[in-house]
């Protein structure tokens, strides 16, 4: 097969996925309405992002563009997907970064764009053609660098939060990881194929087909991100709107913490706040699944700072540990004083959200799973 025939196969192709992945994420929003704000804008910007690459595909396709020269297909494919690398990147960073890395991200992205616009028009005011070595050497270039630091920015971002989910939610948040890790692995994926699919047919022979797996999973991922999102939304939505100065980094929740400095705690603080604890555990507030450090923090009537600051000075503790540890106490009492009991009414009477994740949680604090544990302290 010929290497225009393999290339109008592959833009073809290129063409009705990236179609198809609009759908999806047009058709998603039917399926979990209830997601996050900062989610909902990320998915406008994908499904924004596949229309650029619909377009793109249909005008290599009609006009032949990398048909007539590799050159000219390169410069035409930088300038398709600079704007869509653009907003693939900033779609992750968008769901879980805060306002300062929103910002120091967009100015960042705006200059390389400009960037590459410029070398572009640079190339025909100065030489007449962009298509030039010199001019598309340092179009490509800046498009390279670009690339390289929208894929790291966002991954750093992505990982610095999902520990912080990790650290403050009491529920089972493997799916949530599972998709953030993937969507990050894919996200390098995409930066490290783009420049062997914008320069070389051949390559794209081989790689573009990898490409497009990757963006569909890629896609995949973050449509699958919003149903698993609803533990999480708070946590997300509550660090997305944080600027980094120290002014706005802490939300004051009443009128006494707004005269006490966020970062200490009093005697007299410290009872207030073991009381409210205790007075919630005591109602059974644990046994709410989607139970985490930021709707704790508001239902006790302080700032989730102090909430963190309690438990990790007077409990030793992050705030997922110690909800794990309270939930299998009250596991523990249940197993010992109804013996009949099925883990699954267990589980949900204790805020797991499932049988599994009471087991996996049992085994990882006492070294066996319930119905071990059980036997054990029966017969002492």
Same mark, same amino acid.
């Given at each position: 097969?010929? @290497?225009?025939? %393999?290339?109008?196969?592959l833009?073809?192709?290129?063409?009705?996925?990236?179609?198809?992945?609009?759908?999806?994420?047009l058709?998603?929003?039917?399926?979990?309405?209830q997601?996050?704000?900062n989610?909902?804008?990320?998915r406008?910007?994908?499904f924004?992002s596949?229309?650029i690459y619909?377009?793109h595909?249909?005008?290599?396709?009609?006009?032949g563009f990398?048909?007539?020269?590799?050159?000219?297909?390169?410069?035409?494919?930088?300038?398709f997907?600079?704007p869509?690398?653009?907003?693939?990147?900033?779609?992750?960073?968008?769901?879980?970064?805060?306002?300062?890395?929103?910002?120091?991200?967009?100015c960042?992205s705006?200059?390389?764009m400009?960037?590459?616009?410029?070398?572009?028009?640079?190339g025909y005011?100065?030489?007449?053609?962009p298509t030039?070595?010199?001019?598309?050497?340092a179009?490509?270039?800046?498009?390279?660098?670009?690339?390289?630091?929208?894929?790291?920015?966002?991954?750093?971002?992505?990982?610095?939060?999902?520990?912080?989910?990790?650290?403050e939610?009491?529920?089972d948040i493997?799916?949530?990881n599972?998709?953030?890790?993937?969507g990050?692995?894919?996200?390098?994926a995409?930066?490290?194929?783009?420049?062997?699919? %914008?320069?070389?047919?051949?390559?794209?022979?081989?790689?573009?087909?990898?490409?497009?797996?990757?963006l569909?999973l890629y896609?995949?991922?973050?449509?699958?991100?919003?149903?698993?999102?609803?533990q999480?939304?708070?946590?997300?939505?509550? @660090?997305?709107?944080?600027?980094?100065?120290?002014?706005?980094?802490?939300?004051?929740?009443?009128?006494?913490e707004?005269?006490?400095?966020?970062?200490?705690l009093?005697?007299?603080?410290k009872?207030?706040?073991?009381?409210?604890?205790?007075?919630?555990?005591?109602?059974?507030?644990?046994?709410?699944?989607?139970?985490?450090?930021?709707?704790?923090?508001a239902k006790?009537?302080?700032?989730?700072?102090?909430? %963190?600051?309690?438990?990790?000075?007077?409990?030793?503790?992050?705030?997922?540990?110690?909800?794990? @540890?309270?939930?299998?106490?009250?596991?523990?009492?249940?197993?010992l004083?109804?013996?009949d009991?099925?883990?699954?009414?267990?589980?949900?009477?204790?805020?797991?959200?499932?049988?599994?994740?009471?087991?996996?949680?049992?085994?990882?604090?006492?070294?066996?799973?319930p119905?071990?544990?059980?036997?054990?302290?029966?017969?002492?």
């Amino acid at each position: 097969m010929t @290497e225009p025939n %393999i290339l109008l196969i592959l833009q073809s192709c290129s063409l009705t996925v990236s179609a198809l992945l609009a759908l999806i994420l047009l058709a998603s929003r039917i399926h979990h309405p209830q997601t996050s704000a900062n989610y909902e804008t990320s998915r406008w910007l994908m499904f924004t992002s596949m229309l650029i690459y619909v377009v793109h595909y249909f005008l290599q396709i009609r006009f032949g563009f990398r048909a007539r020269s590799e050159e000219l297909g390169a410069l035409i494919n930088i300038l398709f997907y600079s704007p869509v690398s653009y907003l693939l990147s900033y779609a992750s960073l968008r769901m879980v970064s805060n306002r300062h890395h929103k910002r120091v991200y967009m100015c960042v992205s705006v200059v390389g764009m400009a960037l590459v616009f410029g070398c572009f028009v640079g190339g025909y005011i100065v030489l007449g053609t962009p298509t030039n070595p010199i001019p598309l050497k340092a179009l490509g270039t800046v498009f390279f660098i670009s690339i390289l630091w929208l894929t790291i920015y966002p991954s750093k971002e992505i990982r610095r939060v999902t520990r912080q989910v990790e650290n403050e939610t009491g529920g089972d948040i493997r799916q949530f990881n599972l998709y953030m890790r993937t969507g990050t692995i894919l996200l390098y994926a995409i930066a490290v194929l783009l420049p062997f699919c %914008i320069y070389s047919i051949k390559s794209l022979a081989v790689l573009g087909p990898i490409f497009l797996i990757a963006l569909v999973l890629y896609v995949l991922s973050f449509v699958s991100l919003g149903f698993n999102l609803s533990q999480v939304s708070d946590i997300i939505d509550e @660090e997305s709107e944080v600027d980094d100065d120290e002014s706005a980094s802490e939300p004051v929740a009443d009128k006494e913490e707004s005269t006490q400095a966020v970062n200490e705690l009093t005697e007299e603080r410290k009872e207030a706040i073991r009381k409210a604890i205790e007075h919630w555990r005591a109602e059974g507030g644990y046994s709410q699944s989607d139970v985490n450090s930021t709707n704790l923090a508001a239902k006790l009537h302080i700032s989730k700072r102090h909430l %963190i600051l309690y438990l990790s000075e007077c409990e030793g503790k992050t705030f997922r540990v110690w909800l794990s @540890e309270l939930r299998i106490e009250e596991a523990k009492r249940m197993l010992l004083e109804a013996e009949d009991y099925k883990l699954e009414t267990i589980a949900y009477a204790c805020g797991f959200s499932h049988r599994n994740y009471l087991q996996n949680r049992f085994k990882s604090i006492t070294g066996f799973t319930p119905r071990e544990w059980q036997d054990v302290h029966k017969k002492s």
